[in-house]
């Protein structure tokens, strides 16, 4: 079974950067697509970024494109998300998910119920 662990959440500035990292453990994440889902409350979580098992494939929500890169490394089991000019509505808890699954990241991230496997999460703040 595969456990996930968020780093790399904190408070910045609008316009600042964050870089946020996920690590795997348990089993090999190289056949799992994986992505980054956020989530305030009161709302659903949705994904902002996912990518493929083997990373030909990413994709970004409309809010995050362009600002945000997400970024695998498998041999160090470890999926990231640069996040760079940060606006307020950012803010919220960032969770890691994984699935094994070799469809295209448009198509995993299109709903979080899909991922039986998620970290902890991690709080990012963004004041104005």
């Known amino acids: 079974q595969m456990q996930l662990v968020e780093s790399g959440g904190g408070s910045v500035q609008s316009g600042g950067s964050l870089r946020l990292s996920c690590t795997a453990s348990?089993?090999?994440?190289?056949?799992?697509?994986m992505g980054w889902f956020r989530q305030v409350p009161g709302k659903e979580r949705e994904g902002a970024s996912c990518i493929s098992w083997n990373g030909a494939t990413t994709y970004y929500a409309n809010s995050v494109k362009g600002r945000f890169t997400i970024s695998r490394d498998n041999a160090k089991n470890t999926l990231y998300l640069q996040m760079n000019s940060l606006k307020p509505e950012d803010t919220g808890v960032y969770y890691c998910?994984?699935?094994?699954?070799?469809?295209?990241?448009?198509?995993?991230?299109?709903?979080?119920?899909?991922?039986?496997?998620w970290g902890p999460g991690t709080q990012v703040t963004v004041s104005s």
């Open positions: 998910a994984a699935r094994f699954d070799y469809l295209s990241a448009t198509q995993i991230c299109r709903t979080a119920s899909g991922f039986p496997a």
């Open positions: 348990g089993v090999t994440n190289e056949d799992y697509a």
